[in-house]
């Protein structure tokens, strides 16, 4: 059955380093996301992504934070200057269509911030 | 703004014992409402998917029922088994027009003892 995979499993690194964590979504799927997960706490939405550009936001997803689709099977969400609380469990998830279809996520990747 | 609230946080139960997970959520003018597994430290598995104009979703021993107009999701395992011990979420998307995202509840951790 296809899956959503992400790179990689757990990343750690210093406080002001540039982190980019990746994901391959289902092939035929055409909307992506990116959730985290700080430990203990909700899912919380990130960014939603269509057709090469953000469709939606949340108020986390400041200017420290950016999502590319470099090629036709990759999905990156950057985070330029990591801070402390950006540690989290970090989920790529993707549909085949708006709306109605189930969102499939990834295994995450644990990201720690020292 | 919509809150996702489950009931009970954790429970713990003899295997074989039939049970039932609440969800709840605040503003009952959704999209449709997805049940996911999550194992610790690992990624979201969907479960079920109902959409807003259904009453009820079915998968081998798990029924998930919903009534929007009072803003409540239940989802019933039957005879549990070990490895049902998971943490269960609910989640639920706006109308199409508020875009794509999924709100999270904090999710119930069900221990199922041998």
């Known amino acids: 059955e296809p899956e959503v995979t992400q790179t990689p499993s757990h990343q750690v690194t210093q406080m002001g380093q540039e982190v980019i964590l990746r994901c391959v979504p289902i092939?035929?799927?055409?909307?992506f996301y990116w959730y985290r997960q700080i430990l203990g706490q909700k899912v919380e939405f990130l960014v939603s992504?269509?057709?090469?550009?953000?469709?939606?936001k949340s108020e986390i997803f400041d200017d420290q934070f950016s999502v590319e689709r470099p090629d036709g099977s990759n999905f990156t969400l950057k985070i330029r200057s990591t801070k402390l609380e950006d540690s989290a469990m970090y989920f790529c998830?993707?549909?085949?269509?708006?709306?109605?279809?189930?969102?499939?996520f990834g295994p995450g990747t644990r990201l720690t911030v020292l | 703004k919509q809150e996702v609230t489950q009931i009970p946080a954790a429970l713990s139960v003899p295997e074989g014992e039939n049970l039932v997970l609440n969800c709840s959520f605040t503003?009952?003018?959704?999209?449709?409402l997805q049940w996911f597994r999550q194992d610790p430290g690992k990624g979201l598995t969907s479960l079920l998917l109902?959409?807003?104009?259904?009453r009820e979703q079915t998968s081998g021993r798990l029924n998930a029922s919903l009534d929007k107009s009072s803003g409540r999701s239940t989802l019933y395992i039957a005879a549990s088994q070990p490895g049902d011990s998971a943490t269960y979420l609910c989640?639920?998307?706006?109308?199409?027009?508020?875009?794509?995202?999924?709100?999270f509840g904090a999710g119930t951790i069900l221990r199922v003892k041998s």
């Open positions: 092939s035929n799927h055409l909307y």
């Open positions: 503003d009952s003018a959704i999209y449709n």
């Open positions: 998830a993707s549909t085949l269509r708006q709306g109605a279809d189930t969102q499939y």
């Open positions: 989640a639920v998307r706006p109308p199409r027009e508020y875009g794509n995202k999924l709100v």
């Open positions: 992504f269509y057709n090469n550009e953000i469709s939606e």
């Open positions: 109902i959409q807003s104009s259904q």
